[in-house]
């Protein structure tokens, strides 16, 4: 059985006061037996939350890393110095650093093998812009992204990633896509992770979809067969609507 996960993704929201007052509201709620419950935030507010966890289940994790340990990489964060914090998680790929960032899939794959390098667990984010969809070229993109991502990895690394399947017109727009469409996407994925590691590992894979999930729809999503939980930006930010999501998971 996979234990579904919920990621809040923060990007650059959140002083280190605003931050830890949220960690305060959700604790003993955000925490639901058999569902992980994941709060990635800005690098400034790390450690602050790794200590405001302590005694809690909830887990904390960045949102991206750089792939080498240390060096003349000016404003940029390693796998080494998330590690020493006690991040467990790190965010790789999402759709605003490939757009913004210009986060090549040859530079995800590092970050995803320097992720595993320092035993933290990558939220690998893979997903199609709008124009791909409508081009029918949804599929072709996840696969690319996923089977470049995954390039050196063994098996039992292999089945520790979680990806998160986020259709980028979907992202903090409002229009989330169907459970349905997400689940033909998403088993579809499942499928190119069997293809590379067999079945075994295809099936302990957890795959979250992420794209304007609110408490409103998640059930609809960890209904589905092969959704595994939820990667949610804009709806985690406050206390309420995130306890309603894990709840909701
Ligand atoms: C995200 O940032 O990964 C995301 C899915 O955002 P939102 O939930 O706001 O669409």
């Not at 939350?49 to 904390?60: H, N, R, S």
Request: hydrophobic residues 45%; charged residues 20%.
């Amino acid at each position: 059985m996979r234990k579904p996960i919920i990621a809040g993704n923060w990007k650059m929201f959140k002083t280190v006061s605003e931050a830890t007052a949220f960690i305060n509201e959700v604790k003993g709620k955000a925490e639901v037996d058999g569902v992980e419950s994941v709060i990635c935030a800005p690098f400034t507010n790390l450690p602050a939350l790794v200590e405001a966890v302590k005694g809690t289940t909830l887990k904390i994790g960045a949102q991206n890393l750089h792939f080498e340990d240390n060096g003349a990489f000016t404003g940029e964060i390693s796998g080494v110095m998330l590690k020493e914090l006690g991040v467990e998680y790190v965010i790789i790929g999402h759709s605003e650093r490939r757009a913004y960032f210009a986060e090549s899939d040859e530079i995800v794959n590092k970050k995803v093998l320097a992720a595993f390098k320092h035993d933290l667990t990558p939220i690998l984010c893979v997903g199609e812009k709008l124009e791909e969809r409508e081009a029918g070229q949804t599929k072709d993109v996840c696969k690319v992204q996923t089977e470049a991502a995954f390039a050196g990895l063994s098996a039992e690394q292999a089945a520790q990633v979680v990806i998160a399947y986020e259709p980028i017109w979907a992202i903090g727009t409002g229009k989330s896509s169907t459970a349905a469409d997400a689940q033909d996407v998403i088993g579809y994925i499942r499928g190119i992770v069997a293809g590379l590691y067999g079945a075994d590992t295809a099936n302990a894979v957890r795959i979250q979809y992420g794209g304007s999930v609110k408490p409103n729809n998640i059930a609809e999503y960890l209904g589905e067969a092969d959704i595994d939980g939820a990667l949610v930006g804009g709806a985690s930010l406050e206390p309420a609507s995130y306890i309603a999501l894990v709840e909701g998971a």
